[in-house]
């Protein structure tokens, strides 16, 4: 059974603070994604990674970075976090091409105050 | 870059009648064009998706129409349930982009008993 989780489903940061948030798949899929859904902009591509230590900016990458030491974690760094970062962030990955199905985990919300 | 806009942003039909949810995109070299749903609380989930040398694509209820000369494409469900109640996302893709996908902005689909 297809599985992307993530860290936290709820979290609240203060603005300044270093933010993680972490995503783990079990698919042994190359790709993997970082999104951010608020209402009425849909869900918006922040960063993806198609390799180990490969990494490339999606629409909105202002803020953020990423890491992906292994094939099946992808981080999501916040390095200051402020208050326009507070939304729902989704990870999902998928196989390696441009027509595979997108796994999405369960969501983290992220409050920064 | 691509551009995907969606309408409309809510619908709220009555069980049992159709509906229909547009998206249009702006690159033509785009020619993958799947359909996300996304129930309260949960995860959004593939649920049609349709390449370009196809026009139309069904799957019991739903079914995907490709126009790929206006760049517009829909998802249509007919006799309506309200576990089809959710909030659905259009996107497209090509190629050349990867396993990128741009998705529109949403529809929230209400439907009522």
């Known amino acids: 059974d297809v599985k992307v989780t993530q860290s936290s489903r709820y979290l609240v940061k203060r603005t300044g603070e270093k933010v993680f948030l972490e995503c783990v798949q079990d698919m042994d899929h190359e790709n993997m994604f970082w999104y951010r859904q608020d209402p009425g902009l849909g869900l918006r591509l922040i960063y993806f990674?198609?390799?180990?230590?490969?990494?490339e900016k999606g629409d909105i990458p202002e803020g953020y970075s990423v890491s992906r030491e292994k094939k099946e974690r992808f981080s999501l760094i916040l390095e200051s976090a402020s208050t326009n970062q507070t939304s729902m962030y989704l990870c999902?990955?998928?196989?390696?091409?441009?027509?595979?199905?997108?796994?999405f985990g369960p969501g983290t919300r992220l409050t920064v105050t | 870059g691509e551009n995907v806009e969606q309408h409309p942003s809510t619908l709220s039909v009555q069980e049992g009648d159709s509906a229909v949810i547009k998206c249009t995109y702006s690159d033509s070299a785009s020619n993958y064009f799947p359909w996300y749903k996304q129930e309260l609380g949960k995860r959004p989930q593939l649920i049609i998706d349709?390449?370009?040398?196809?026009g139309e694509k069904k799957d019991q209820r739903i079914a995907v129409t490709l126009n790929k000369t206006a760049k517009h494409f829909s998802l249509h469900i007919t006799e309506t349930q309200p576990e089809d109640s959710a909030v659905y996302f259009c996107?497209?893709?090509?190629?050349?982009?990867?396993?990128?996908?741009?998705f529109g902005e949403g529809t929230q689909l209400t439907v009522n008993p």
């Open positions: 349709i390449r370009s040398n196809v």
């Open positions: 999902a990955s998928s196989l390696l091409g441009y027509s595979y199905e997108q796994y």
């Open positions: 996107a497209a893709s090509k190629r050349s982009s990867g396993s990128r996908l741009t």
């Open positions: 990674s198609y390799d180990v230590k490969m990494k």
